[in-house]
């Protein structure tokens, strides 16, 4: 079997947000992607770090509420601080499973589930995301899917074409976990300014990304219960005062 390659020819999808979210491990297509995007439109870095930071809010919220297992969905490339991080800075104990299947991605994933703490653990799956006995099998082993878990869609279901499937997508690993576990998501809202800049995403190279409205993003939490509106991911829970709007929305919900 071949070697996957590693540096793809053109820009990445987890490069290019890496580099937008202020992360370090990029190629130099994706850096001119990402830098060229963030010059015309300056929404979508924001968004891009927004959305890690309402990563590691929501984490670090969901460990203090006694959830301390994480399911990493379509995980991209690490931007410190990463989940496994987060979570075993408040609970030693934590386990995280992260899951991709961009080769780039996996070869990084192997080095950071090195790094967790000696009580928890740091793993990883290569596979893809709509795999999802497959997925939830192989997750088994690391994680007590009888115990909550929190399972975590940031910014990757915008890459599903249909809001239908990918809302359904998420129903089905809701539907695999018990009552207590949460839920978050978050993706790139349907505006102007976010249309030009997936217009101008995708004739650099980059695959394809699909925006989203409000009410697409809140059927991926049907029959859950939500921890507050579905919104700018930067106005959940801020850690701030007075933070400004972003162009990514997201939702926490919890099963009840």
Not at 149 to 160: F, K, N, P, R, T
């Amino acid at each position: 079997m071949s070697e996957p390659d590693l540096q793809p020819k053109g820009p990445s999808s987890a490069g290019t947000w890496c580099c937008l979210s202020g992360g370090r491990i990029y190629t130099e297509a994706d850096k001119d992607l990402a830098e060229a995007i963030g010059h015309s439109f300056p929404v979508v870095p924001a968004a891009a770090r927004a959305s890690r930071a309402f990563l590691r809010r929501l984490v670090d919220h969901a460990v203090r509420a006694g959830v301390t297992q994480f399911l990493d969905l379509g995980t991209g490339l690490p931007v410190d601080p990463n989940t496994h991080e987060v979570a075993q800075a408040v609970e030693r104990s934590a386990r995280i499973v992260y899951v991709d299947n961009d080769p780039t991605v996996i070869e990084h994933a192997r080095a950071l589930a090195s790094l967790g703490t000696p009580e928890g653990v740091a793993g990883y799956l290569d596979a893809d995301v709509r795999d999802v006995p497959g997925v939830l099998g192989e997750a088994a082993k690391t994680l007590d899917l009888d115990r909550p878990v929190a399972v975590l869609m940031i910014s990757m279901l915008g890459h599903i074409e249909d809001p239908a499937e990918a809302g359904e997508l998420a129903h089905r690993y809701m539907g695999a976990v018990p009552s207590g576990s949460y839920f978050a998501t978050c993706d790139s809202i349907e505006t102007p300014d976010m249309r030009a800049a997936a217009a101008a995403y995708a004739a650099g190279g980059g695959p394809p990304v699909y925006l989203r409205t409000a009410e697409q993003l809140e059927i991926t939490a049907a029959g859950l219960e939500l921890l507050g509106p579905v919104g700018p991911v930067s106005l959940w829970r801020p850690a701030e005062p007075s933070p400004q709007p972003v162009d990514q929305w997201g939702l926490v919900a919890r099963k009840p």
